[in-house]
């Protein structure tokens, strides 16, 4: 069974400062595909990235930055120079897509930042 | 915007009741999918329906169901509601199967309290 692991349950940074949000997954199955996900206060869940068990080149996009290391089946998520707008619950997911079912997410148990002015 | 409608966006109910939670994907996406994120389990996933046709199942209870209508549109059914049920219901949906690489995109959710 696929799992995903959040360890950090919540951190608290100063506006600023550099943050790795750690995710570390669990498959069985060679093709699986991973994402990034962010709830901000307003509920709703907003896409941020996503990354195929066959591409493990680090992502940079703006201030985000992603580490994907299938060695260690992890894929951190950095946010460089944090900004209070930040601040919001991002979750790591997990997909094993099969050609004749559905698809869905396993997500981890969410990493809540805070970003202090 | 996502472009995924969720209605109501809140529902408050009692024990026992059955309520229908709505959603309608984005233009020209076929899957919908159903997640129920409370505070014990996380986000878990319920269901997808694709083109009408349920196409996988995830740890969703037997009182609930769903489908999908002619018109794309989903809707939730919760029956025999327990305390247990309050959560935020995301719909999200994608353009196809969701075999390949392509990524979902969530409704704002509907908050269910059940008292």
């Known amino acids: 069974a696929q799992k995903v692991t959040q360890a950090q349950t919540e951190i608290s940074v100063v506006e600023k400062e550099d943050v790795t949000l750690d995710c570390v997954y669990e498959?069985?199955?060679?093709?699986?595909?991973l994402f990034w996900y962010k709830q901000p206060p307003s509920g709703e869940l907003v896409f941020l990235i996503r990354?195929?068990?066959?591409?493990?080149q680090n992502e940079i996009s703006g201030r985000y930055s992603w580490n994907f290391q299938k060695s260690t089946s992890s894929f951190n998520f950095t946010i460089t120079a944090s900004q209070v707008v930040d601040s919001a619950v991002y979750f790591c997911?997990?997909?094993?897509?099969?050609?004749?079912?559905?698809?869905?997410?396993?997500f981890g148990g969410g990493t809540r930042l805070m970003v202090k002015p | 915007d996502s472009g995924v409608t969720q209605t109501p966006k809140h529902l408050i109910t009692a024990t026992g009741q059955r309520v229908t939670l709505r959603c309608s994907p984005r233009?020209?996406?076929?899957?919908v999918y159903w997640y129920q994120q409370s505070l014990d389990q996380g986000l878990q996933f319920l269901i997808q329906?694709?083109?009408?046709?349920?196409?996988a199942k995830g740890n969703i209870l037997e009182r609930f169901s769903a489908q999908q209508f002619p018109d794309l549109h989903s809707e939730l059914n919760l029956s025999s509601l327990e305390l247990g049920d309050s959560a935020l219901y995301f719909c999200?949906?994608?353009?196809?199967?969701?075999?390949?690489?392509?990524?979902?995109?969530f409704g704002s959710g509907t908050q269910l309290s059940v008292l």
């Open positions: 999200a949906s994608s353009l196809g199967l969701g075999t390949t690489n392509e990524k979902l995109f």
């Open positions: 498959t069985r199955d060679t093709t699986y595909y």
């Open positions: 990354r195929n068990s066959f591409d493990e």
């Open positions: 997911a997990l997909s094993e897509p099969a050609s004749n079912a559905g698809n869905m997410l396993t």
């Open positions: 233009s020209g996406d076929l899957s």
């Open positions: 329906y694709y083109n009408g046709e349920e196409r």
